[in-house]
């Protein structure tokens, strides 16, 4: 078999993180207040379990059950995102995923503080790059 040239590689970088930062925007900005602040609290602001337990006045073991599952829920948005908005299949999102992690060039802060879609916008059609509307 062939291999891919580093202009074939770029491409799909590219590709997989284009698709990962919009799937990933998206997913966050469906998440609840609560759990995008949650998230800020926890990745960065630094603060500890403890201490985002005391801000929302539960104990600190609550903190960790909640953080896992925001963590799986944005997970499973993101790629529920790749597969309806970017037509990715499951060996694609693995993919994706994965090379996002490695590059860490996607600014999740940014995200976290952007305001939540309004209700009605959620059920709207997402925009493709170039404008064109993908289907959900």
Known sequence: PERAGPSDLEFVRQRYG???SAALRRAIGDLEGRERLLL???YYDDMTLREIGQVFGVHEATISRWLTKVQKRARKL????LVRDHG?????????????AERMDINVREYLFESAPAEGE?????QK?????AQR
């Not at 990715?88 to 996002?100: D, G, H, K, M, P």
């Open 122 to 126: 959620r059920d709207r059609p997402a």
């Open 129 to 133: 790059p170039g404008g064109a509307v």
């Open 40 to 42: 800020a609290y926890y």
């Open 78 to 81: 993101v790629e529920k995102g």
């Open 18 to 20: 284009a698709a990962v």
């Open 88 to 100: 990715f299949n499951r060996r694609e999102v693995s993919e994706a995923i994965e090379l996002a």
